[in-house]
């Protein structure tokens, strides 16, 4: 997880984030994620805003049926 915040410049949160995601992609433990991830040289960027004052990235607006057809709300 060093690696990931020296290297990498995440955060704690957000390299604890991406390995665990990873981890849990590859079926693996958190050191065979950041293994994988320190040979494969791939750069989280995915996972910049995480620990950060940063928005989040927008979600799709949910919809709900009105009597006159879907509409999106606010």
Not at 27 to 48: C, F, G, K, M, W
């Amino acid at each position: 997880m060093t690696i990931l915040i020296d290297e990498f410049g995440l955060s704690h949160e957000a390299a604890l984030h991406y390995l665990r995601i990873t981890a849990r992609s590859m079926s693996a433990t958190l050191e065979q994620a950041a293994l994988d991830i320190v040979l494969s040289h791939n750069a989280p960027h995915r996972y910049d805003h995480i620990g950060t004052n940063a928005t989040a990235p927008a979600t799709k607006a949910r919809r709900r049926r009105t009597p006159f057809g879907p509409k999106n709300s606010a």
